[in-house]
């Protein structure tokens, strides 16, 4: 007689199959991006989906809120691009207090009197705006020797890290009347940049000391605040509300990226991985295309494309 347990009927009823696209979660805080991955996995397990591969396109710190693009199934492929993709933030330096994290959980390191007015500040971005240097905070996710920086600072260690480069697209104040001690900005910045170290350097520019008492991640790629949703309405998956509502396709993740339109034949001899030549198209990156249906990232040199990422999407599968 065998042991093997026969499967309920809840268990012999098929899933919802596993989806592909990009949920963009408004993160709030507290909550960190490993916690909001977890979040999005359970939600579609009790939703009754099929395992899915989930990932996501950024990390936020916990105490920051805002945009989070979290991809799902095939939309993880494009997961890399999206943590090299520019970011926009808004953030609040208060002035006077410089503390270890530079932001509200560390101690404070450094104190000062001065507090810079509003015409002093504005003098100061042109500074920080275009390509800059700035030294990442010891409380950092960066690795030193191989282990991350934040372990080593809160073990009591001198934690040095390297000068890295990065670029601020755009600064500039938000709003109008400013408390005396605190200033909030919006920065449009590149991949690397910590905005902690940017509000640490702007307040010593500026003769002061600082740090950031609220920030919030207000795009990340080309994902907007508008297209973000909170959690509680990510919750109601578990409780049978439809994803579909909540879930962008995957090429959203790639409005950047101009569309080549296939034909059924040359979308199969791409999904073999064979080359397209003679195409009239200039060269670059393409996301090729059957019907409405992403089918592969190309990269056309010379009339001939190269794949570059693959997507095996049901609508294409055939």
Known sequence: M?????????????????????IILDK????????????????LREGGYAKTKVGHGGT??????????????????????????SKIYEFTVRFGEETDTLDTQGAVTDT????????????????????????????????????????????????????RAVTIHALAVVGGVQEADEITLRAHVSKGTYIRSLARDIARALGTCG???????????????SDAISLDKLNEVSSGAPLKDLLLPLEAGLDDIPALNLNQTDAQAVRE?????????????????????PVALVEISDGA??????????????
């Open 112 to 163: 000062s009197d001065v507090r810079p007015e509003l015409d002093q500040i504005l003098a100061i971005l042109p500074q920080f705006t275009g390509p800059i240097d700035q030294v990442p905070p010891a409380y950092s996710a960066l690795k030193v020797d191989g282990k991350r920086a934040y372990d080593l600072a809160r073990a009591g260690e001198v934690v040095e890290l390297k000068t």
């Open 305 to 318: 494309t190269k794949i570059v990422r693959g997507f095996n999407l049901p609508d294409v599968a055939e």
């Open 2 to 22: 065998s042991d093997v347990k026969k499967p309920s009927s809840d268990e012999r009823m098929a899933k919802k199959p596993g989806p592909n696209g990009w």
């Open 60 to 85: 936020l710190d916990p105490l920051a809120e805002g945009v989070l693009p979290i991809a799902l199934g095939e939309a993880t492929k494009l997961a890399g691009r999206m943590l090299d993709a």
């Open 273 to 293: 991985g064979r080359v397209l030549s003679e195409l009239p198209q200039p060269s670059g990156l393409y996301c090729a295309m059957l019907d409405n249906a």
């Open 28 to 43: 709030p805080r507290t909550l960190g991006s490993t916690q909001a991955v977890g979040a999005v996995k359970r939600n």
């Open 211 to 225: 740090h950031v008492i609220y920030l919030r991640r207000t795009k990340a790629g080309p994902f907007l605040q």
